[in-house]
T-cell receptor
Framework: SQQGEEDPQALSIQEGENATMNCSYK?????LQWYRQNSGRGLVHLIL?????REKHSGRLRVTLDTSKKSSSLLITASRAADTASYFC???????????FGKGTLLTVNP | DGGITQSPKYLFRKEGQNVTLSCEQN?????MYWYRQDPGQGLRLIYY???????QKGDIAEGYSVSREKKESFPLTVTSAQKNPTAFYLC??????????????FGEGSRLTVL
């Protein structure tokens, strides 16, 4: 079964609005990463948050991590049509040296 | 330009044929990975390699084989034993770091269709 599960599966918003995606996981992690995938393309790394961090920012992205709830959220502020893509969380389990991906959230930003 | 190159981008195969997908990286990364993606699904790990001449099975290794003879190359063979090989295949690499998996760099993928 998937280690990470994103919620919602799909999200449609207007340009300028904020988009929030959530990720839940099941076991202890070293870190959690968020990736973006445009249709038919490879994944692009967005941000990595370690298990001892609670919040991280990168440009219009804000990621939070709550290890007690085993969950993370990705916030994209002031969204643009170019943000339309699928967003995946991936967890790095302790002593595993591999990432386990969720099924992703499909974000559509309407102009 | 550093990066990961996958080829071919599109591949058609007849049932019963083996096919090999190429993955080359010039990032000097030790670790390389193969993932499979089905429509509307996440990525599932097929094989991964942390160092040359060594690799491990992922979650769905049956019907696939790999080799890691060179640091920069990690080819994936989809054998006739793979029951449902039609999928999008993604190769990735990362730098080995002490105790955790860092950022993965992905290729643009290879789409395999079985006719």
């Amino acid at each position: 079964s998937q280690q990470g599960e994103e919620d919602p599966q799909a999200l449609s918003i207007q340009e300028g609005e904020n988009a929030t995606m959530n990720c839940s996981y099941k076991t202890s992690i070293n870190n959690l990463q968020w990736y973006r995938q445009n249709s038919g393309r490879g994944l692009v790394h967005l941000i990595l948050i370690r298990s001892n961090e609670r919040e991280k920012h990168s440009g219009r992205l804000r990621v939070t991590l709550d290890t007690s709830k085993k969950s993370s959220s990705l916030l994209i502020t002031a969204s643009r049509a170019a943000d339309t893509a699928s967003y995946f969380c991936a967890t790095d389990l302790s002593s595993n040296y591999k990432l386990t991906f969720g099924k992703g959230t499909l974000l559509t930003v309407n102009p | 330009d550093g990066g990961i190159t996958q080829s071919p981008k599109y591949l058609f195969r007849k049932e019963g044929q083996n096919v090999t997908l190429s993955c080359e990286q010039n990032l000097n990364h030790d670790a390389m990975y193969w993932y499979r993606q089905d429509p509307g699904q996440g990525l599932r790990l097929i094989y991964y390699s942390q160092i040359v001449n060594d690799f491990q099975k992922g979650d769905i290794a049956e019907g696939y084989s790999v080799s890691r003879e060179k640091k920069e190359s990690f080819p994936l063979t989809v054998t006739s034993a793979q029951k449902n090989p039609t999928a999008f295949y993604l190769c990735a690499s990362s730098q080995r770091t002490g105790g955790f998996t860092g950022e993965l760099f992905f290729g643009e993928g290879s789409r395999l269709t079985v006719l």
